[in-house]
């Protein structure tokens, strides 16, 4: 069925509210990519999200908006504490999967001459693939403190330091995670995949800064043109898939919320004992996610040197930030002209808060939240800062991607008979991949333009362009 949309202006759509929708639904887009979704399974998705108990202001979707399991990916919904849901659906699979970047003091000029040695030598020395593990082993004892501590622990283990929290999201831990309430085999499926990228859309990226919109805070985030940084994207592995896994079979099982349009939205009341053992079980998997990054960002550090036969003075390499982007977060908002705390579900998106908010560190105070829009492997990517209407309009929030138009098996099959990996070095990327259909299922013809999604972002209001990157050298599980 055709939703019909109602434009409120060339960055918002409307769905009006009808039937058992509790709110409107709203679409960030602009003209050129609503035409891509409007006959998609997606925008009824957002609809569906709309008829959730407590769900306030609107259900919400970014311009890269695509189908997910019940929500859509690039979904936000907001819901009260007294009487709202909290559900899998809406934070997806791979929980806190999110996005981190480093900047170093390494210029792309300097360095072009090695990228094929460089990422040879990081393929190497990153474990990747669907289902693989690491030289790191988790005891079951060490399993719980990564649970519970998230990247603390990792750098309490060495890798990297702790000036390195301060620079992620939430510290790179959230409270009130229980380990107790995890299955045998969520445990099982996270004692060796710790400080491992994984497989599909998760990639590592050497990239170049090629274009500043924004001098004064590119120069505040240490990103300065023909610079090189790194950009890693991944989440809590089989681990957080199994945790989701567990907790959607048992709310579809034991339903304490009925007549849903959509099973997959099998949710359960935010303060009943279900909500409660989720959102616990949730909190084991961001900071999982946290420390996955946390190990990744080192070994990429040693991998580098090793490769370039520097050390750290001349390196330089540090983060910028990390973001999560399939999460669950109690934030307080404005409703009806008053601050209330909501339970605020990201699937797909970011958050972007503005300069000067509460929660904001010093050092971002400034310049809004640094947010990290990753493109396709053949492109480029976005350094984004939050701006003042993500508060107003989305709840803080922000894309996190590109958007796939292609599911993995039709790019599969667009892409028969062609050398993806030729093509990209063709244009200067040289690519390593594991998989024998990894590079076809990514190709760049499978996500939308990065630039026309952040650009109506950025046109919205939400978040404001920074600087480009443009890749240069990526690995792929």
Not at 252 to 258: A, D, G, L
Not at 282 to 302: D, F, I, T
Request: neutral net charge; glycine residues 12%; contains cysteine.
């Amino acid at each position: 069925m055709r939703i019909k949309l109602e434009k409120i202006d060339d960055n918002r759509w409307i769905i009006p509210k009808t039937g058992s929708m509790r709110v409107p639904g709203m679409i960030f887009s602009s003209q050129e990519l609503i035409d891509e979704v409007l006959d998609g399974e997606s925008i009824t998705q957002v609809a569906n999200v709309s008829t959730l108990p407590g769900i306030v202001g609107y259900s919400i979707a970014m311009p890269d908006i695509h189908w997910g399991y019940g929500f859509p990916i690039g979904g936000v919904a907001a819901f009260r504490m007294e009487d709202g849901i909290v559900s899998p659906g809406g934070v997806g699979y791979d929980i806190n999967c999110g996005c981190r970047l480093m900047t170093t003091g390494l210029m792309a000029d300097d360095i072009k001459p090695m990228i094929r040695d460089i990422v040879l030598a990081l393929y190497r020395d990153i474990p990747l693939g669907v289902g693989k593990g690491g030289e790191i082993r988790l005891s079951k004892k060490e399993g719980e403190m990564v649970a519970t501590l998230g990247a603390s622990w990792a750098t309490k283990q060495g890798y990297g330091n702790k000036d390195d929290l301060i620079r992620t999201e939430e510290r790179g831990v959230m409270s009130g995670a229980d380990p107790d309430l995890l299955s045998e085999r969520a445990v099982k499926r996270g004692v060796d995949q710790l400080g491992t990228l994984g497989s599909g859309n998760h990639f590592l990226e050497i990239q170049v800064v090629d274009e500043i919109y924004d001098s004064k805070t590119a120069d505040l985030f240490n990103l300065h043109k023909g610079g090189v940084t790194l950009f890693l994207h991944t989440g809590s592995r089989g681990f957080g898939h199994q945790i989701c896994d567990d907790f959607l079979k048992r709310m579809s099982e034991n339903p304490q919320i009925t007549g849903l349009p959509d099973r997959q939205l099998a949710c359960a009341p935010i303060e009943s004992d279900a909500g409660k053992r989720y959102l616990a079980a949730m909190a084991c998997a961001a900071n999982y996610a946290w420390a996955n990054r946390q190990v990744l960002m080192h070994l990429a550090h040693e991998s580098m040197m090793k490769a370039l036969g520097t050390t750290p003075v001349v390196l330089r390499m540090s983060l910028l930030y990390d973001v999560s982007h399939n999460i669950v977060k109690m934030e307080q908002h404005n409703v009806d002209n008053r601050k209330a705390l909501l339970c605020v579900h990201r699937k797909g998106a970011t958050r972007a808060f503005p300069p000067g908010h509460e929660t904001l560190l010093d050092i971002f105070r400034e310049t809004g939240q640094p947010v990290l829009i990753p493109g396709d492997m053949g492109t480029c990517s976005y350094v984004l800062a939050g701006d003042y209407g993500s508060m107003d309009k989305s709840f803080g929030s922000s894309c996190h991607g590109a958007g796939r138009t292609l599911s993995r098996s039709i790019a599969i099959k667009k892409a028969q008979g062609r050398s993806i990996q030729k093509e990209l070095e063709e244009k200067g990327i040289f690519v390593q991949a594991g998989g024998r259909h990894t590079l076809k299922e990514e190709m760049p013809e499978a996500y939308k333009d990065v630039s026309k999604v952040v650009d109506a972002v950025h046109n919205a209001g939400l978040a404001r362009k920074i600087a480009r990157l443009r890749p240069l050298g990526v690995i792929k599980g």
